[in-house]
């Protein structure tokens, strides 16, 4: 485009053409109209990147496909690439030339974002284009642009989510029929919520980068994937949430990032128990949100659907328009990356929270005083020690504590598994509460 | 400024030093280093527009306070003014003047916004300015950005608000502790969450307004407040709350907007039974939040604290800092006003809805027959009845309907009235099915 003529279109370029690309063209036809008026100029979708361009798919009627990458990055009438190939190669790589060549590059690839987004953040200065990826965490929930540009009147001190559909949603079929964690992935898996292999949903990887991602905008500094602290949901029972709710709370996996000022910034995902109370803990089966705290909006929340193919292409498309409206403003970099405060990371030894503890132990007298003692020695207070169950000789006890390092928390439980009248630590999982607490 | 130089500073005038006007200089002032490398420049309060400059006031050190409009709408160097003066005149007049002397202004306006919103639009495009009214809805909230720039991929069919905190606070303590209506409003009063006049906020005038605004955006529409069919919570009483909890709801008073295609965009705002299950249930106290269902992104909800100080500065200084982005870019009208679309109204009697109906009639035989003739004669078809309690020779009727026009209701309940039967149609309230409505 020549700078100062009116544009009458703007041409895209799609990599990827499955599930959300998929999302991307319906939604770009269906709501042409409303989409046209709102970017103020059309948009054409010119080339689409497929691996076999002979397939017959949904929707490919009158686009272009090419098995050709360089029909795109070299097309120097398209002006917007849409990268939506997943995982780091070749989709870094056809960013980085995208925006060599001057082209304005959105994308939903949390991978990228997560561990290279400081290459990225660079090329988009360097060359003078737009970078954008809302769709990259939260599906279609707008955040990212909600956090660029809509809380930078606050310091933000904790920004908390549920963002894996696919374990939100076992861990709620779990509480609602008291199902094992084998069967519900089953179903997951069955209804196409889960993939065959879905180490990255359960073990917590996927909610780990677009925390990351969440975590670098809302404290101004690059949090990457390496520097999260992960804990996935493969250990959680039925048993454990059966206490979480008699307790008056509900079992989620919660990705957490807190700027705890000179003791670093605390990034992390794991289980925790919930109060039923918390805004998050009503979020059920594939549904996410994200809970940020600041300190002039207070608390604020953002809800919707985590992924899906019209709720992703949701976000991207919005990115596309944002884009067109840059251009004809003869703008860009408008939503720079503001990470401009370098801060320390807080070892999550270092990390505070109260603990839910499951011990199966020897049913005689003076147990309780030996694990009060073992807590004890390693100044862990607790809260409240129930006896549950009784199995022969053996019984369960599920103890509650009060805010520790988890440092101390886990000095504690290895005292506590020589102990002679402990036969096994079931469960220890993280308790959140926000009153308590405060934000670190 | 002169274009082209490098900005190192925009200064702001601030129209009105209440309650926001107070958080806005906290905000500046405690965030201004986050503020300044987020807004790329040093944002300064230079004056402030007072009733009374000698009056002592908290946050007042430093500040320029003036009695004299003109020393900000005549000041050359200020290029953003901040108007928290509320109500119509002279609010109205001073932003107009702001835009035409070139200054960009934010406001918390909802009333000039939902009354005057053209007027204001249309100085904002003749002066080349930006017009930016964040905190006009669900203060600190983000839901007018989001609207603008990130759901624009969507044809948004509903939007839907607990946009009143006041109320939501009332109908929260009734349903809590079973207190009355009169009770409640006391205690609200006591607290500083209802007005000594609270009217604007118990007859839905300010959710009215609210959801003007919202709806303009959403549906692309105009939509002013006289628009809006409004009904207050004055007449709900424990009963109905109660009744209401039996049959799986919750009381509230929600703001709805629905684009219902060639019937027209209905707006209006009135208690309704809400399913508990329905993401807005959840909302209590002094919280506010807007549901939002578009064809891409599906469900999507924004909630947070939509009073108060600070939470209202957040979202004026977002303004005020994308404003000075804006200004540094060169670019303004960015977020221009998109009520492309002149969408007719769905006038109130056309409007659908399942409906409550609470009736004290004789207790005897042959009543009920008598009551499902009155509403067969109708068509209004009945879900359930339930006769509950009784009272001497009478007994209270609770009818839920299918989906009806709300004038079929009106004809149904003007006949109940005159039968014989019936001493008093004690509550009419709508039910909310999103299951079974639909969008309309």
Same mark, same amino acid.
């Given at each position: 485009m020549m700078k100062g003529e009116e544009m009458k279109e703007i041409k895209i370029g799609m990599l990827g053409f499955g599930t959300v690309g998929? @999302?991307?063209? &319906?939604?770009l036809r269906e709501n042409e109209r409303e989409i046209t008026a709102k970017a103020g100029v059309k948009l054409t979708l010119k080339s689409v990147l497929v691996r076999d361009a002979k397939k017959e798919r949904p929707y490919m009627e009158g686009l272009h496909l090419t098995e050709n990458v360089d029909e795109i990055l070299n097309d120097e009438e398209i002006d917007i690439v849409i990268e939506?190939? @997943? #995982?780091?190669?070749?989709?870094?790589?056809?960013?980085? $030339?995208?925006?060599?060549? @001057? !082209?304005? =590059? =959105?994308?939903?690839?949390?991978? $990228?974002?997560?561990?290279?987004? !400081?290459d990225m953040f660079e090329a988009m200065e360097k060359y003078g284009v737009d970078f954008h990826f809302e769709a990259s965490v939260g599906g279609g929930i707008p955040i990212v642009m909600p956090l660029k540009q809509c809380l930078t009147a606050n310091r933000v001190t904790e920004i908390m989510g549920i963002i894996n559909g696919t374990t939100n949603y076992m861990l709620s079929q779990m509480a609602e029929n008291g199902s094992d964690y084998d069967s519900v992935l089953k179903e997951a898996q069955a209804k196409g919520y889960a993939e065959a292999n879905p180490a990255a949903d359960v073990e917590g990887l996927d909610a780990a980068r677009k925390i990351a991602i969440l975590a670098s905008i809302a404290f101004n500094t690059r949090i990457r994937f390496e520097d999260v602290s992960v804990e996935g949901i493969t250990k959680v029972t039925p048993e454990d949430i059966e206490y979480a709710k008699a307790l008056g709370? $509900?079992? !989620?996996?919660?990705?957490? #990032? &807190?700027?705890? @000022?000179?003791? #670093? $910034?605390? =990034? &992390?995902?794991?289980p925790v128990f919930l109060p039923k109370a918390h805004p998050l803990a009503s979020v059920n089966d594939v549904y996410n949100a994200i809970f940020v705290r600041g300190n002039a909006i207070g608390e604020a929340m953002f809800y919707g659907r985590g992924a899906g193919s019209l709720p992703t292409a949701s976000a991207v498309v919005a990115d596309v328009i944002d884009i067109a409206r840059d251009m004809q403003l003869d703008t860009f970099g408008r939503l720079h990356c503001t990470c401009y405060a370098h801060k320390s990371l807080c070892p999550v030894e270092e990390t505070k929270a109260s603990y839910y503890v499951r011990l199966l132990v020897d049913d005689e007298p003076g147990v309780l005083a030996a694990i009060a003692t073992a807590f004890g020695n390693h100044k862990v207070s607790l809260k409240s020690v129930i006896q549950t169950r009784r199995y022969k000789e053996r019984a369960e006890i599920v103890a509650v504590t009060h805010v520790v390092k988890h440092r101390k928390m886990q000095e504690a439980a290895a005292d506590l598994e020589k102990l002679a009248v402990v036969s096994e630590i079931r469960s220890i999982i993280r308790v959140e509460n926000p009153q308590e607490d405060g934000a670190c």
């Open positions: 998929t @999302g991307v063209v &319906r939604v939506l190939l @997943g #995982g780091i190669h070749p989709a870094r790589e056809y960013m980085l $030339v995208a925006m060599e060549k @001057g !082209k304005n =590059v =959105v994308t939903a690839n949390k991978d $990228v974002v997560a561990q290279f987004g !400081k709370y $509900v079992v !989620k996996l919660l990705a957490i #990032g &807190r700027d705890c @000022g000179e003791a #670093g $910034v605390d =990034v &992390r995902v794991h």
